[in-house]
């Protein structure tokens, strides 16, 4: 599995590098869209392989960064002064949440976050003035390249290229999280977090941090999806957008910062590969079945892995 995670991330890679010069218009929106929703994978990542919490309900996160984001930009902010701003709010959102939600463990805290994503849609429709309601609301956006760089019909380049860097950006944040004191602290509460209270690490503490941390991630995916495509609507963050982020990430694998990209790779190719050898005629029934899969796989990794552990020791 770490070979072929390899391998597809070598791939996806270069894929990045040349789509600017292969890609439609179109197609590089869609791309930038993808890339979106690799930020938001990593938040569940970072949350769930790292830390141990299970999060189905990352979505919610998302939204309030893309309603955030449409009403900063209605007060004329410049564009990445409301992207800061709309991150930041999501991360304090992430923290009043997780104040009383990291009390619980294990499967309690995948039903509240499952109960959030179930609730949010129902909730968005109810704050009109916030949320546009029923039918959604547009973002007043000027979202064009500055005029020194030459492309000013070429837009969609641009808007490619900045989620390259924030994406990338939030990549080295990770990077440097996970493998600094705090990140081993993540570690030793997702192995025990009894041992881990019991070697003075502030458990509740922690596990608040790595929360906001993660919902700042997921508020900047749907800060940067507000501006790619200026309108938002509270259908957009249903509970449904809360599994396929955390499948993704299992599919990806969990406990690695490139799990994020290969895992939406996955969750894009394998229906796509599906469609071309029409084996199955439901998505659903795709994304189940890999999910399923992917699954079992991990599973199956992880008893060899414990078993060669206990053969050392």
């Known amino acids: 599995m770490t070979g072929l995670r390899r391998v597809f991330l070598a791939v996806t890679v270069f894929g990045l590098a040349v789509a600017p010069l292969l890609s439609t218009p179109l197609q590089l929106n869609r791309l930038s869209r993808l890339l979106v929703l690799v930020l938001a994978v990593l938040g569940v990542n970072l949350l769930t392989g790292y830390t141990g919490l299970v999060s189905l309900g990352h979505g919610v996160f998302v939204g309030i960064g893309a309603f955030t984001m449409a009403n900063l930009l209605d ?47 129902p909730i968005a429709r109810q704050l009109g003035s916030v949320t546009g309601g029923v039918s959604g609301r547009p973002v007043e956006t000027d979202f064009l390249p500055p005029s020194w760089l030459g492309i000013e019909d070429q837009a969609h380049i641009w808007r490619y290229g900045v989620c390259i860097l924030v994406v990338a950006i939030w990549f080295g944040l990770a990077r440097n999280l996970v493998r600094s004191r705090m990140g081993r602290a993540l570690q030793a509460i997702r192995d025990d ?67 994020a990209l290969v895992g939406v790779g996955a969750l894009v190719a394998v229906p796509t590969i599906n469609d071309v050898l029409g084996v199955i005629d439901n998505e659903s029934i795709v994304f189940g079945a890999g999910l399923i899969i992917a699954t079992l796989l991990s599973e199956r990794a992880r008893r060899r892995s414990a078993t060669r552990a206990v053969a050392r020791s």
Do not use: C, N
């Open 75 to 121: 007060l004329r902010l410049p564009i990445w002064v409301a992207l800061l701003a709309a991150s930041a709010f999501t991360g304090a959102v992430g923290v009043v949440i997780g104040l009383p939600a990291l009390r619980v463990r294990g499967l309690y805290l995948a039903l509240i976050t499952f109960g959030m994503a179930l609730a949010f849609p």
């Open 193 to 259: 977090e009894t041992v881990a209270a019991l070697f003075g690490v502030p458990v509740a503490m922690t596990k608040t941090g790595v929360l906001a941390v993660s919902a700042a991630m997921a508020g900047t995916a749907g800060a940067l999806q507000a501006i790619l495509f200026p309108y938002v609507s509270h259908t957009q963050f249903d509970v449904f957008l809360s599994l396929r982020l955390y499948a993704a990430a299992v599919l990806g694998g969990l406990g690695t910062l490139a799990g």
